[in-house]
T-cell receptor, first 114, second 116 residues
């Protein structure tokens, strides 16, 4: 079965430090990959997505992710964390079984220390 | 341009009652998806609908759960005879026509169901 694994349910960084959130996917077909952010008691907002083409994808709020097929990874990074980045982040891939159901990882909660 | 609307935002039901969750997709979107988020878990796909059609309900529990997306009006997720294990956040997402796998899904704020 296809799955998405996010390493680390909680990540804590200092303000200004590098943010690295890890995501590995499992797919027997070329996946489409997404990162979403969820603020407390809110819905999910798309940060970025990879479909085809350039493997380094830039998103909103200074985030980017690199698709590495050889490592089956799609890690999310941001060079300098801001307090407003504190939220929960979800990696997702298309199921492929039908037109676009998403399979989500369990999420990583990012804390940013002053 | 209004986003995906869900109501109610919070719903409290006693065991055995029915819960109805509503979702209005973004303007121009004809694809609707429902997901459930349990505590400490990611979102789990439940059902994918287009107007008047259920495309994929592989994630729906076999009993008590149903979904519809009529020609007019919002999509409805209906849970009959709720049990405590149904307590969760239910998210609706919508996407525009035609791009299939690459469609971006836009999520609503969710309905938080609590079963007493």
């Amino acid at each position: 079965a296809q799955s998405v694994t996010q390493l680390g349910s909680h990540v804590s960084v200092s303000e200004g430090a590098l943010v690295l959130l890890r995501c590995n996917y499992s797919s027997s077909v070329p996946p489409y990959l997404f990162w979403y952010v969820q603020y407390p008691n809110q819905g999910l907002q798309l940060l970025l997505k990879y479909t085809t083409g350039a493997t380094l994808v830039k998103g909103i709020n200074g985030f980017e992710a690199e698709f590495k097929k050889s490592e089956t990874s799609f890690h999310l990074t941001k060079p300098s964390a801001h307090m407003s980045d504190a939220a929960e982040y979800f990696c997702a891939q298309n199921y492929g079984g039908s037109q676009g159901n998403l399979i989500f990882g369990k999420g990583t909660k990012l804390s940013v220390k002053p | 341009n209004a986003g995906v609307m869900q109501n109610p935002r919070h719903l409290v039901r006693r065991r055995g009652q029915e819960a109805r969750l509503r979702c209005s997709p973004m303007k121009g979107h004809s694809h609707v998806y429902w997901y459930r988020q349990l505590p400490e878990e990611g979102l789990k796909f439940m059902v994918y609908l287009q107007k008047e059609n259920i495309i994929d309900e592989s994630g729906m529990p076999k009993e008590r759960f149903s979904a519809e997306f009529p020609k007019e009006g919002p999509s409805i997720l209906r849970i009959q005879q709720v049990v405590r294990g149904d307590s969760a956040a239910y998210f609706c997402a919508s996407s525009p026509i035609g791009q299939g796998y690459t469609d971006t899904q836009y999520f609503g704020p969710g309905t938080r169901l609590t079963v007493l």
